[in-house]
């Protein structure tokens, strides 16, 4: 069973910088669609980063050069950096991952493995 624990989020004053990680259990990170979704409260969830099976990388353009995807192939585990940080990036922030080998990436309701979250507050 996947299990994915994120950590990380803060409460940090705008400009400031956070690195949230996101660590697999019983999965191991391959060419799965997988990703960073936040929703904040009363918002719609938004797709910050989404990485498709054929590697490439789409980020929210809100984001766009301030917030960078990696992956730890040893460690297993996801991080998203987060520079210049905005009151906006307030959220809670998900990570997920949907086993499933479809050839395309499904919407994200659908997909099957998430984190708990971890809370990112901005201050102006």
């Known amino acids: 069973q996947v299990h994915l624990v994120e950590s990380g989020g803060d409460s940090v004053q705008a400009g400031e910088s956070l690195r949230l990680s996101c660590v697999a259990t019983g999965y191991t990170f391959s060419n799965h669609c997988m990703g960073w979704i936040r929703q904040a409260p009363g918002k719609q969830r938004e797709r910050v980063v989404v990485i498709y099976r054929d590697g490439k990388i789409r980020d929210l353009d809100s984001v766009e050069g301030r917030f960078t995807f990696s992956k730890d192939v040893a460690k297993n585990t996801l991080y998203l950096q987060m520079n210049n940080l905005k009151p906006e990036d307030t959220a809670m922030y998900y990570c997920?991952?949907?086993?499933?080998?479809?050839?395309?990436?499904?919407?994200?309701?659908?997909?099957?493995?998430w984190g708990q979250g971890t809370q990112v507050t901005v201050s102006s």
């Open positions: 997920a991952v949907d086993v499933w080998d479809g050839r395309w990436c499904r919407s994200e309701h659908l997909w099957n493995s």
